[in-house]
């Protein structure tokens, strides 16, 4: 490939472009491969591995931790520790920190993936029926793990955490099911009525966890639901927020790279749908505004920073 600069005066700024294009290309390039792994290989143990290599590679500014089951249980993230019991996997939660500022007012943008390497529904069993494609729902850790590459390839002069939530939903005898009542780590107690809707069980107590890096921003990105299929096709992102700046922010983002978003209400009339009559709060509200829902089910867990979630469409991730 040959590149055609007009001036000697512009070839430091016609260097630097290459050097982000191809940051961001071997960032996206990770982010598909990572997704396109079969099931089988890649579970929370690989996301795990993968993020690990991550900090061997740039150890000057990242490192990585990986907390286990154990380690959720004492932090209280009981849901998420529900959603991968019926699984004979582990359920792993990586947590990537890139550090390129080393003042100690900066506060970190963390970024949060959703890192279910196979969802069969679990009890609540989907139809066979496209079932393979249900390994794509890591498509939100992958694209986290992607952009903390593209990051440390660039060596930003930000902070960045990424956490890849990774866990696998099957059934079991040792499954959630469906009339479950699970204390999350912020103390909120949801009552489970689909095991399908377990994105949400899982996010909720990342999103609790980290409260403690006192962020500048949280931006989630998951395959939340199929009912923001429905309402926005396969075109656009769905977008919620609790934050104006932040989510025009991200709008415009999404308006530059040309993955267009847009952004869906977080209402109270929408909030009422998840009332339950055991729980503070049922997992899924109803299939009217379903991907409204879950995401109002989500900024119950994001009052104490500002909050944006791109990325509900189901498939809208996927890595074809």
């Not at 931790?65 to 959720?72: A, S």
């Not at 100690?104 to 139809?127: C, H, M, Q, Y």
Request: aromatic share 6%; hydrophobic share 40%; proline share 4%.
């Amino acid at each position: 490939m040959v590149f055609n600069v007009p001036t000697r005066r512009e070839l430091t700024s016609g260097e630097r472009a290459i050097q982000h294009g191809l940051a961001i290309a071997a960032g996206i390039k990770a982010a598909k491969d990572l997704g396109n792994m079969p099931p089988n290989i890649c579970n929370a143990a690989y996301l795990a591995s993968q993020a690990r290599q991550l900090a061997d590679s740039y150890s000057k500014n990242v490192i990585t931790r990986v907390i286990g089951e154990q380690q959720m249980k004492e932090l209280g993230m009981h849901s998420y520790l529900a959603v991968g019991q019926g699984s004979q996997n582990e359920s792993l939660m990586s947590v990537i920190e890139y550090k390129g500022n080393a003042s100690e007012d900066a506060r970190p943008i963390v970024l949060v993936g959703k890192g279910l390497t196979f969802d069969s529904g679990g009890i609540s069993i989907k139809p066979s029926e496209g079932m393979d494609e249900m390994k794509y729902d890591m498509c939100g850790a992958a694209t986290v793990y992607g952009v903390m590459r593209m990051v440390a390839e660039l060596q930003l002069p930000i902070n960045v955490i990424g956490v890849l939530a990774g866990c696998e939903n099957m059934p079991g005898g040792r499954a959630y099911r469906p009339g479950d009542v699970l204390t999350t780590m912020s103390g909120q107690t949801v009552e489970v009525l689909n095991t399908d809707a377990e994105g949400r069980l899982v996010l909720c107590d990342v999103l609790t966890y980290v409260e403690r890096f006192e962020p500048e921003a949280v931006i989630d990105v998951a395959t939340l639901t199929g009912a923001c299929v429905i309402a926005l096709g396969h075109h656009i992102t769905g977008l919620m927020a609790n934050h104006n700046p932040l989510a025009h922010e991200l709008i415009a983002a999404s308006e530059q790279s040309g993955d267009r978003a847009w952004r869906l209400p977080l209402g109270d009339e929408y909030q009422e749908q998840l009332e339950s009559n055991f729980a503070d709060m049922a997992n899924i509200g109803g299939r009217p505004g379903g991907a409204i829902t879950a995401g109002c089910f989500l900024s119950r867990f994001t009052r104490k920073y500002n909050w944006g979630a791109p990325g509900y469409c189901r498939n809208r991730l996927a890595f074809w």
